[in-house]
């Protein structure tokens, strides 16, 4: 079975800096997909990030960016001029590729604080 | 909009009592899925359907039941076999075929025992 394994349970980071979240997982599949969700106090679920398995390049959107370094089954997610916005629980999640509607596996999540 | 729509937002159960709570979508989603989130453990899967009249058991069913009669709607049943179900429940749909998306969510139920 698949694991996913974020060993942060809270992070902080000052306005304006830069900070990186870690995430394993264990999987014997070649084909899947990571994800990066942010869950605000809202409680609303937001996807971050997401990046395939066979992309070797890594996937960034604006601020955000991963390290995805697949042979070692790390995908961790830095958030570049932090903003007090991003202030949410992060939950690092896993798909299987190769079949239909497969489930996502989440992490435990990360909680970050945004210091001003 | 499309969305999906989770109800009630807040629903206080008594002992013994099951409780069924909304999940809607108008996304044209065939997959569905529960999970329950508990403070320090993240997400785990109750049930999920990925066609209409089909449904699996995730990491957690004990105590719950679903159906899916229709392609729009998920509705997942807490009955008093459920020992523990104060907790945030969220309902989330994503597209069948092999593809790199996520879900989409709702935005969740807390579930209280009074």
């Known amino acids: 079975a698949q694991t996913v394994t974020q060993s942060q349970p809270e992070m902080s ?39 395939e398995a066979y992309k070797q390049q890594n996937a960034t959107e604006n601020r955000f960016s991963v390290n995805f370094q697949k042979a070692a089954k790390s995908f961790s997610l830095k958030i570049s001029d932090s903003q007090l916005g991003d202030a949410a629980m ?21 909680q970050l604080t945004v210091n001003p | 909009d499309g969305g999906i729509t989770q109800s009630p937002k807040y629903l206080f159960r008594k002992e013994g009592q099951n409780v069924t709570l909304s999940c809607e979508q108008n996304l044209n989603h065939d997959a569905m899925y529960w999970y329950r989130q508990d403070p320090g453990q993240g997400l785990r899967l109750i049930y999920y359907s990925q066609i209409v009249n089909d449904f699996q058991k995730g990491d957690i069913a004990e ?43 709702g935005s969740g139920t807390r579930l209280t025992v009074v």
Do not use: H
């Open chain 1, 13 to 51: 980071v000052q306005e304006a800096e830069t900070v990186t979240l870690s995430c394993t997982y264990d999987t014997s599949e070649s084909d899947y997909y990571l994800f990066w969700y942010k869950q605000p106090p809202s409680r609303q679920m937001i996807l971050v990030i997401r990046q």
């Open chain 1, 90 to 110: 992060y939950f690092c999640a896993y798909r299987r590729g190769e079949t239909s509607g497969s489930r996502l596996t989440f992490g435990e999540g990360t």
């Open chain 2, 63 to 105: 105590g719950y039941s679903v159906s899916r009669e229709k392609k729009e709607s998920f509705p997942l049943t807490v009955t008093s076999a459920q020992k523990n179900p104060t907790a945030f429940y969220l309902c989330a749909s994503s597209i069948y075929t092999p593809a790199p998306y996520g879900y989409t969510f």
